[in-house]
């Protein structure tokens, strides 16, 4: 049997009558379970477990609860403690902790940035946990927990105590459910990284591969100019340009670059589309469209040497 001191959390040894630790006096109840060997831990009623650092509140958090009542009661007094092993370990303290709606939440917040990034045609690079952008997120996600997860703690915890302690359970129920509620778990930290996996796998299924596929041609040339980079021509050429997935055909994909052309004053709309095969580095021109129109080869080379001229003529 395991009990812990209401006044300073210390684990409390068999037949004592004081804290070793801080000398508070026992209750008679907390006395009597210490001399009887059976599983159990003291359940003592509170209006306010938090301020009387109840025997629910120590025996529900289990390892550390010292360490957050005062990180608690530095809320309390308008401080914001940050959480260390929160900041390092993130979405594994909130598994070992048993906090997973958190950890639901994270996530969803994470897939939801790499979505609107990708929307907003944003070109994640590979690998895809190494990407800036996901890099940035993940830290963000990290600094977040670090602020807030002490008082995310506070609050689950709380609320289960009140949950329990107000139920109409008999005492051996609800002492069974402080100690499968409470505590710490490392099946939330399998949890936690079983989550992990999904969010750095899934992602590039969706977004890396297709940017691997751009940027095939994006840093490429062509045979025509093969020291210039495609992309810093297109970019400095076209005015709106953008790198887009047009198609997918098995192994073979159809990129295009769509941009606006002024000539004489007037727009005109181009789209710019290559054939790439999948992993590879291996791309070719596939057809110029312009306002609608597509250029057979001969107007389609032409149409390549002018766009390469004005670049240099710039």
Excluded at 20 to 35: D, I, R, V
Excluded at 108 to 134: H, V
Excluded at 162 to 173: E, G, R, T, V, W
Excluded at 210 to 230: C, H, K, M, V
Aim: hydrophobic content about 40%; glycine content about 6%; proline content about 4%.
């Amino acid at each position: 049997m395991i009990l812990y001191c209401s006044n300073c959390g210390y684990k409390l040894p068999d037949n004592v009558n004081f804290c070793p630790n801080c000398g508070t006096a026992l209750s008679a109840e907390m006395k009597s379970m210490l001399a009887t060997p059976q599983e159990n831990v003291p359940i003592v009623t509170s209006e306010n477990p938090k301020q009387d650092m109840t025997d629910e509140l120590v025996n529900f958090i289990g390892p550390n609860a010292v360490y957050y009542m005062r990180c608690w009661k530095e809320q309390d007094a308008k401080h914001m403690p940050i959480n260390f092993a929160a900041l390092f370990l993130s979405f594994f303290w909130l598994g070992y902790r048993k906090m997973y709606k958190p950890i639901l939440i994270a996530a969803a917040y994470y897939l939801l940035m790499m979505l609107i990034a990708s929307w907003g045609n944003y070109t994640f690079t590979s690998p895809f946990i190494f990407d800036p952008l996901s890099i940035l997120f993940t830290l963000v996600v990290h600094v977040i927990v670090a602020c807030f997860g002490n008082q995310w703690y506070e609050r689950h915890v709380m609320d289960h105590i009140a949950h329990i302690s107000n139920s109409n359970l008999p005492k051996s129920q609800k002492l069974a459910l402080y100690q499968a509620k409470g505590g710490v778990g490392f099946a939330g930290v399998i949890l936690a990284g079983l989550i992990l996996l999904i969010m750095f796998n899934v992602p590039p299924h969706y977004f890396s591969a297709e940017s691997d596929e751009i940027n095939t041609i994006r840093y490429g040339a062509l045979d025509i100019q093969p020291e210039l980079e495609i992309d810093s021509v297109f970019r400095d050429v076209f005015d709106n340009g953008s790198w887009n997935l047009h198609d997918r055909y098995g192994e073979t994909s159809i990129i295009s670059f769509d941009g606006s052309l002024v000539e004489d004053g007037k727009s005109h709309d181009v789209s710019i589309q290559f054939y790439t095969v999948n992993h590879s580095k291996r791309f070719e021109l596939a057809t110029i469209i312009v306002d609608g129109d597509e250029l057979d080869s001969a107007s389609a080379a032409s149409f390549l040497d002018y766009i390469f001229e004005r670049y240099q003529d710039r």
